[in-house]
């Protein structure tokens, strides 16, 4: 029987033995609006080519995601944007989650309230966590427009104020909400709720207008002082309609909506907080303390990540040190870029891939990952890593002891846009994370400094283009379990022996990835010589280890056109019920 440690919760550093925890982007950048999907109908045994929302097609994935591993869904900001096409960061309106007729459609782009409740109750039967994407530094999409008192700043450095008095600018800050007309929420947002603009509609001039004058409370107006400074002098301002969290009234506004969703969407076990570094800090703590203790009985658990795209790993970390007491997870900037760079030739040291990462520094709290929709190309922080190297990034993230890894949309399914992808490694990136899911438990003892060449067969010493780790676990009936990695950059093949627990000695141990075909023999003293091709990896275990059958033909989402198995094989009638 192959083992499976029972799901806890989210992250990976729970005391007690647990399945490995992995994260999957559900969305990238250019999905379209509906998908296209063949569905067999029950009535009459006929396909028929059905237009599904995301929040359905998700929903229906769920299992297979489950099955290969997957245990918590990051899904795309659900509330109202400022049209339906958006994919939800230009938001409008908090509390509408696909229920009103605003902003030109009932559904956002991804779909109903009533369908993405379908998905987050799936995900609560499955035993899955749903991390919800939420948007909190602008609004979008004002309903109107009022007289405010503003002075412009400069772009590139906005303390420096370019007007000596205020103006008084026409601003795009009325927010009525008058289709949900007061349900959840009695507040209206106006210009005493915003502390910046972009656009003077008076004068039709774009330039970044700071509100200026005194708050309810009698403090003064302005940018909070609590956010990023490294880059534009104070980097509160990033875009539309800039939300003031030195107002009351906004602060316990979002801070109820955090208990309303939470109940309104009983699978949301996690949040992602988009640009952190946008926004007061002290209210993100503010917000993180009222929504754990508000979720439920078990809110110590409630998974909280923040998107705060710095390269400064050391600074991030004591960010989330010094600010969040360990309560906030932060994605690994620094690795990705270190990804980047390797995949374009620019660092040739495989074994500097971790170098400034913040895994690192926060191997608990780091969610580490290789591509998401803000890197894909054309976007505005693009930062894509080449395709030959997607296999290598996504062992070392998947792998290995330290981090919460994050799987993308595009690279199990592809992308779609102006340049788009196959999925990754031919389809057979899944079974890194069923590896991850079976295997990849217990001590790590890293091998990155020598190896052999095999074209030479000669010793090379500090070898800076292979690197190879193993993993190694006591499973409960088969004995100890051993994974053995090696990850190549090099354009020759190269071999490394690693020892591993002498009672695997005379064991096979074969690559799950399938891109060596030979076998390795554990001699007596439990060593083998384990291969890799140019510029490749491969994954070794025990060929006889449990679970090796459900890895080893996987192939998913399987062949061209790339749809998920899983939707060409439901028995549905005309309307999909779940």
């Known amino acids: 029987m192959t083992y499976r440690p029972p799901v806890v919760n989210i992250t990976n550093d729970d005391p007690k033995p647990c399945e490995n925890k992995t994260i999957f982007q559900g969305f990238e950048w250019y999905l379209p609006v509906n998908i296209p999907q063949l569905i067999r109908d029950a009535r009459n045994d006929v396909l028929k080519n059905k237009l599904m929302t995301h929040w359905t097609n998700l929903t229906l994935l769920l299992p297979e995601l489950k099955a290969l591993g997957i245990t918590s869904i990051w899904i795309p900001p659900a509330c109202k944007a400022g049209n339906p096409m958006d994919n939800g960061y230009a938001i409008y309106d908090l509390y509408d989650l696909g229920e009103f007729d605003a902003k030109g459609s009932v559904a956002t782009k991804w779909g109903t309230k009533q369908e993405l409740q379908a998905l987050c109750r799936e995900a609560q039967r499955l035993g899955m966590a749903v991390i919800f994407d939420a948007i909190f530094n602008h609004r979008a999409a004002a309903d109107g427009t009022e007289e405010v008192k503003a002075v412009r700043v400069d772009s590139r450095h906005r303390t420096k104020e370019l007007d000596k008095s205020s103006l008084t600018i026409e601003a795009w800050t009325k927010f009525n909400y008058d289709a949900r007309d007061g349900k959840y929420s009695q507040l209206k947002y106006n210009k005493d709720h915003f502390s910046g603009i972009d656009w003077d509609n008076k004068t039709r001039q774009k330039s970044i207008y700071k509100i200026v004058g005194v708050r309810p409370d009698g403090s003064k107006r302005g940018w909070a002082q609590d956010v990023g400074k490294s880059e534009n002098g104070n980097y509160d301002y990033l875009m539309c309609a800039n939300v003031d969290y030195g107002n009351a009234n906004v602060r316990e506004d979002v801070k109820n909506w955090g208990r309303w969703f939470s109940h309104e969407l009983p699978g949301v076990r996690g949040t992602r907080l988009d640009a952190i570094k946008h926004y007061s800090a002290g209210f993100q703590k503010e917000f993180i303390d009222y929504v754990k203790r508000a979720a439920d009985a078990d809110g110590s658990n409630y998974f909280f990540v923040g998107e705060y795209w710095s390269r400064n790993s050391l600074a991030l970390s004591k960010h989330m040190d010094k600010t969040f007491g360990g309560q906030l997870h932060m994605f690994d900037v620094g690795l990705m870029y270190n990804f980047h760079e390797i995949s374009n030739g620019r660092v040739r040291d495989l074994r500097r891939v971790f170098s400034g990462s913040l895994v690192e520094l926060q191997p608990k709290r780091a969610v580490t990952f290789v591509t998401n929709h803000d890197t894909q190309e054309t976007q505005s922080l693009a930062a894509p890593v080449e395709p030959w190297f997607i296999p290598h990034a996504y062992a070392l993230i998947l792998l290995r002891r330290s981090g919460h890894p994050c799987v993308f949309w595009g690279d199990v399914f592809g992308t779609s846009g102006p340049h788009p992808r196959p999925p990754a490694c031919g389809g057979r990136l899944m079974r890194l994370v069923k590896a991850r899911q079976l295997f990849a438990y217990g001590v790590q003892k890293d091998h990155f400094s020598?190896?052999?060449?095999?074209?030479?067969?000669?010793?090379?010493?500090?070898?800076?283009?292979?690197?190879?780790?193993?993993?190694?676990?006591?499973?409960?009936?088969?004995?100890?379990?051993?994974?053995?990695?090696?990850?190549?950059?090099?354009?020759?093949?190269?071999?490394?022996?690693?020892?591993?627990?002498?009672e695997?000695?005379?064991?096979?141990?074969?690559?799950?990835?399938?891109?060596?075909?030979?076998?390795?023999?554990?001699?007596?003293?439990?060593?083998?010589?384990?291969?890799?091709?140019?510029?490749?990896?491969?994954?070794?275990?025990?060929?006889?280890?449990?679970?090796?059958?459900?890895?080893?033909?996987?192939?998913?989402?399987?062949?061209?056109?790339?749809?998920?198995?899983?939707?060409?094989?439901?028995?549905?009638g005309d309307t999909p019920t779940l």
């Open 450 to 502: 020598t190896s052999m060449s095999i074209t030479r067969d000669l010793f090379v010493g500090k070898d800076t283009s292979c690197i190879a780790w193993q993993r190694q676990w006591q499973h409960s009936t088969h004995g100890p379990i051993s994974l053995v990695v090696l990850v190549s950059i090099s354009w020759s093949w190269k071999k490394k022996k690693v020892m591993v627990p002498k």
């Open 504 to 572: 695997c000695a005379g064991q096979v141990f074969t690559d799950l990835m399938g891109f060596s075909w030979s076998g390795v023999q554990i001699d007596k003293d439990g060593f083998g010589e384990f291969v890799v091709g140019p510029r490749n990896i491969t994954v070794w275990t025990w060929r006889d280890a449990p679970g090796r059958s459900e890895v080893d033909t996987m192939v998913y989402p399987g062949e061209p056109p790339w749809q998920p198995p899983l939707l060409s094989r439901l028995e549905l």
